[in-house]
């Protein structure tokens, strides 16, 4: 499929936004959806909607197949060693909270340190605060810099024995830093540490491969790669999975059942309690072809030159400065305008038919850091394009001309 070509898999880009058409700069906090996902929803629903894992008929088979399926697509996209090491569920938040309440409770003690930086999603700082009152773990917190970078020296100096966990970001979604994250893994394993990386903006972008590396954990949703919502993904090395604890109880997660004793599931059913979001899964797989289709290197490299494209241009704006500089960053921009509160510029926007999302991002530490109450943040998708990006740029103007 040609870049070109792409927007017309997406219904909704025809919408007309006040007036306007729509210029959909928000894939950060959720992706459009492509016809290929919509319809395998739609015909899930129309021709195989059964419950899964549980008929012996017809349609429940066809239904688990389509969802099982999934689940195989799901593991060729990671490069993951096995099915059962794709955990599905609701989504990134609930995979971090997952790994929090069973591996953390089964494996960490008091004193024990899990490090995060300080450019963390509050899904991957508040799971482990919850853990940190219920049995006094430390949260050791990695610094970044004015370029919203996190230092290599400064995490090698934060790694100590006591670190029994890393669980980081890969790419930040206030900030659009790409973490080298594969060098980090290496370096946490050396000190004993395990490592969960949150992959909910780095997954739609590029090409994540568990195996190379090497992480313990990887949490992403569908919702962010043109998939549905309700849905994600924990993928977990088979090894780790298989002794941690379930999270929930309930139909599914079990082999046997007495009211003396519950033996579980095998993986990875053992962590997916009660009928899953059937539906979702599918979906989810028709986004990861969808993907697979288009080319994960070829999505990284077009969304790449929108990126510079898109930066040259708002670096033009007097008074306008981009909050995320980093060497290495993927399809989003942060920025403030001197004089001009973000809500104010984002509203002004929409009446342009642009959608960007002004917010402090659910992540909080980092608008502390560059103390900024919130940004405005432009985040690209597979659809967006060079006149995207000139009627950002427009729309910010004629903003600015009647607000500052
Ligand atoms: N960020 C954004 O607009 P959920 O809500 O579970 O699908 O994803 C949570 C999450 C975790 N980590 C990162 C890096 C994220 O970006 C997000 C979701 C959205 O940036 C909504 S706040």
Redesign the pocket.
Known sequence: MKFSDIRDAFPILKLQENGQPLVYLDS??TSQKPLKVIEALDHYYREENANVHRGVYGLSERATEAYEGARKKVQHFLNAQSTKEIVFVR???EAINLVAQTWGRENLAAGDEVLITEME?H??IVPWQLLRDQIGIKLVIVPINDQGEMSLTDYKALLSEKTKLVSV?HM??ALGTINPVKEMTALAHDAGAKVLL?G??AVPHMAVDVQSLDCDFYAF?A?KMYGPTGI?VLYGKEALLDEMPPYQGGGDMIYSVTFDKTEYNELPYKFEAGTPHIAGGIGLGAAVDFMLEIGLEKIAEYENQLLIEATEKLQQIDGLKIIGQAANKGGVISFVIDGVHPHDMATLMDQDGIAV?ASH??AMPVMQHFDVPATIRASFGVYNNSEDIDRLIGSIKEAVDMLV
Do not use: E, K
Request: overall charge neutral.
């Open positions: 950060g906090a989504g990134t938040t999603h899904s991957n970001v930040s979604n949150d909910a903006q949703s919702h994600g999302r991002h659910c």
